[in-house]
Nanobody, 123 residues
């Protein structure tokens, strides 16, 4: 079965850091683009970052640019989202998904969504 599992979320103080993991089972991430999305309470799901399996393309939403970094470890079939300088606006459930990595991330170009991991930024 194709499955993505997010982990690494939790409660963090403003200014703190978290590293989210997206682990694949049932397939390899070697040749697959992965995107990170998030959904805050009362808001629509939005694209955060994505990385292409080839071509070296990465994209970040303006709201996280300079603070978040996407990376992958193909040997572990895992994609990471390093989140630094977190603030309350980053509070959301974070999802990873398989799709097409481009500057303007579109939900309809992604599938095999994980179950999400919750990030709460609060003092």
């Amino acid at each position: 079965q194709v499955q993505l599992v997010e982990s690494g979320g939790g409660l963090v103080q403003p200014g703190g850091s978290l590293r989210l993991s997206c682990a694949a089972s049932g397939f390899t991430l070697n040749h697959i683009d992965i995107g990170w999305f998030r959904q805050a309470p009362g808001k629509e799901r939005e694209g955060v970052s994505c990385g292409s399996s080839s071509g070296g393309r990465t994209y970040y939403a303006d709201s996280v640019k300079g603070r978040f970094t996407i990376s992958r470890d193909n040997a572990k079939d895992t994609v990471y989202l390093q989140m630094n300088s977190l603030n309350s606006e980053d509070t959301a459930v974070y999802y990873c998904a398989v799709g097409v990595c481009r500057e303007l991330m579109r939900e309809d170009e992604y599938g095999a969504w994980g179950q999400g991991t919750q990030v709460i930024v609060s003092s």
